[in-house]
T-cell receptor
Framework: GAVVSQHPSRVICKSGTSVKIECRSL??????MFWYRQFPKKSLMLMAT?????????EQGVEKDKFLINHASLTLSTLTVTSAHPEDSSFYIC?????????FGSGTRLTVV | SQQGEEDPQALSIQEGENATMNCSYK?????LQWYRQNSGRGLVHLIL?????REKHSGRLRVTLDTSKKSSSLLITASRAADTASYFC????????????FGEGTQLTVNP
């Protein structure tokens, strides 16, 4: 079946640095990808919708300058957490829209120290 | 915004027993999906039920949908310890343009 490969699975960074998370669709083209954030023992909160070749659509309350999304090709979307702070520590998950079905990446555990 | 509410928040059962989880939502939907998440991992799609369907089966899973009550249930029969995970419902709302809205999830623990 269709697979979305997400990297890295875990990252620890210092406060003030930037971190890039990648999601690649394998064996299919993902015109649309979604980025979610998940706090411990909580549900997934949609952060933004990423469309290939155009600007991402951010959910209310999500800072677009802090969470930069790039979807430059049909197989790759990236989320960059800029100037990370401890409160950005979370689990980030991407998902690709497969025309009615959704495939999720394995998630990235970000810890900002 | 999250519109799904799930109950119970946590469920602990013995192997072999059935587990039932419920999900309620607030707006009209195209379909409702159930996902499983092992701790610290991504989501695995379990089953999708469309708004014009009332019941669907997949192996040991049975999903019902009542659009008049805006609710769904997931039944796992003959549970196994390996079923221990968090289970989320997600709705594809008519007005959301294919974005999924997730419920709060049920943490299922199946004791051997």
């Amino acid at each position: 079946g269709a697979v979305v490969s997400q990297h890295p699975s875990r990252v620890i960074c210092k406060s003030g640095t930037s971190v890039k998370i990648e999601c690649r669709s394998l064996d299919f083209q993902a015109t649309t990808m979604f980025w979610y954030r998940q706090f411990p023992k909580k549900s997934l909160m949609l952060m933004a919708t990423s469309n290939e070749g155009s600007k991402a659509t951010y959910e209310q309350g999500v800072e677009k300058d802090k969470f930069l999304i790039n979807h430059a090709s049909l197989t790759l979307s990236t989320l960059t957490v800029t100037s990370a702070h401890p409160e950005d520590s979370s689990f980030y998950i991407c998902s690709a829209d497969m025309q009615g079905g959704y495939t999720f990446g394995s998630g990235t555990r970000l810890t900002v120290v | 915004s999250q519109q799904g509410e799930e109950d119970p928040q946590a469920l602990s059962i013995q192997e072999g027993e059935n587990a039932t989880m419920n999900c309620s939502y607030k707006t009209s939907i195209n379909n409702l999906q159930w996902y499983r998440q092992n701790s610290g991992r991504g989501l695995v799609h379990l089953i999708l039920i469309r708004s014009n369907e009332r019941e669907k089966h997949s192996g040991r899973l049975r999903v019902t949908l009542d659009t008049s009550k805006k609710s769904s249930s997931l039944l796992i029969t003959a549970s196994r310890a390996a079923d221990t995970a968090s289970y989320f419902c997600a709705t594809d709302q008519e007005t959301s343009g294919s974005r999924l809205t997730f419920g709060e999830g049920t943490q299922l623990t199946v004791n051997p």
